[in-house]
């Protein structure tokens, strides 16, 4: 994971947005809000209204949680979870936690939904390319060198196997590296909303690197907003701004992650069927869904489909999808009919 969905992501807009609508009569809420960093990368929380033990606990509680998932799931970390079933070079069934075992399945279902474009197992051509953990390559991988990583991809090759009380995975091969981090951040956002309605919190906003979960009401009591952002080099440009009212929504993006070599721009984006980055026009791709792990799924897999495909996707699956493409002089937006309920018209 990088730092580019955090920049290009979901900006928040908080009190800017209504205040020209309500002015002073308008209490505000008390709101907790907490910041950190998890998973590679950035999260903020607010709730508003009461939180048992307040912010200290809070922050505290939320924390440890992100710091459980990331134990799970870091392929970062050569002692998590994963890390341990990436180095296990049998094909022998690996016990996972059921956390675990909901990822996977998220990865092995949304692969077959985008027929492999989402490849939880692309990670050594990541690499390849690039993007991992290892260095930035100092040329273009050669034709035999993508051929040599692609036999070690594809995620038709991971099982997960879930009973009662026991989940395991498995590996057809013994050498496929596996990585849950492009949806890891929504997955967690869902997992923090949970742990908030646990604590009897009904009004809160989640947001961990452009994977966000919200409910209910800001402080100034009105439906969470929050804003697509422009993808220019200008932090705070406003592309559009959404309520999601309760659903989860993630952006996955192209134009701030890439690398260049001998005058091109290749993104950390990878198109399974051709295991290179992916080259067309799409700079962005933005889903909202029930939950913050299917929105933060699919988001990777709409850029790989490329702007015609993402939005033919979009409408064969009702999916509410909204791109950000590059033009001859500048950018267009294009969204699906699903999407629209969720768009703040402009003088709205
Ligand atoms: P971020 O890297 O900022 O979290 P994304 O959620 O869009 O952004 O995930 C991009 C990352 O996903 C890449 O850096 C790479 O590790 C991985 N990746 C690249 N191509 C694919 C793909 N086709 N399927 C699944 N993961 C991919
Ligand atoms: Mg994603």
């Known amino acids: 994971m990088s730092w580019s969905k955090h920049t290009i992501g979901l900006l928040v807009l908080m009190s800017l947005l209504g205040c020209e609508k309500q002015p002073q009569q308008q209490t505000e809420q008390p709101m907790l809000e907490i910041h950190g960093r998890t998973m590679g990368t950035f999260y903020s ?34 002692n998590s ?10 094909t022998a069934a690996f016990p996972i936690s059921q956390d675990m075992a909901d990822l996977a399945i998220c990865a092995v279902r949304t692969g077959q939904r985008t027929h492999g474009l989402l ?41 997960v196997e879930v009973s009662a009380d026991h989940a395991t995975l498995r590996k057809d091969i013994p050498d496929i590296y596996v990585d849950f981090s492009t949806f890891g ?17 009904h009004n809160y906003l989640i947001d961990i690197a452009g994977a966000s979960r ?74 909202i869904t029930p939950t913050a792990l299917e929105a933060d799924a699919l988001d990777t897999a ?15 699956q009702h999916l509410a999808v909204y791109l950000v493409i590059k033009t001859d002089n500048g950018f267009k937006a294009q969204y699906s009919e699903s999407f629209e309920p969720y768009l703040v018209k402009p003088g709205s």
């Open 302 to 316: 709409l850029m790989v489909m490329g702007p015609e495909k993402a939005m033919a996707f979009a409408k064969q």
């Open 119 to 159: 490849d939880a197992t692309v990670g050594p051509l990541v690499n390849l390319w690039g993007f991992g953990p290892d260095r930035r390559p100092i040329k273009t991988p050669t034709d035999a060198q993508i051929a040599a990583a692609r036999k070690r991809v594809g995620i038709n090759r991971l099982h």
């Open 81 to 90: 979870m994963l890390s341990k079933f990436n180095q296990q070079q049998t």
């Open 45 to 78: 929380v607010k709730v508003v209204g009461d939180f048992p033990g307040g912010q200290q606990a809070l922050q505290s509680q939320v924390d440890s949680l992100l710091k459980h998932y990331n134990d799970e799931i870091s392929t970062y970390d050569p």
């Open 214 to 287: 919200s409910r209910g009401f800001n402080a100034k009591n009105e439906k969470w907003k929050l804003a697509i952002q422009k993808p220019t080099d200008e932090i705070d440009a406003v592309q559009a701004i959404i309520v999601p009212d309760g659903r989860g929504v993630s952006t996955s993006g192209s134009y701030r992650n890439y690398f260049e070599l001998d005058g091109k721009r290749y993104s950390h984006i990878i198109d399974p069927d051709t295991g290179r980055p992916i080259t067309h026009r799409l700079v962005s791709a933005t889903v």
């Open 185 to 201: 951040e929504g997955f967690a956002a869902d997992k923090i909303a949970d742990f908030l309605e646990s604590r009897g919190a």
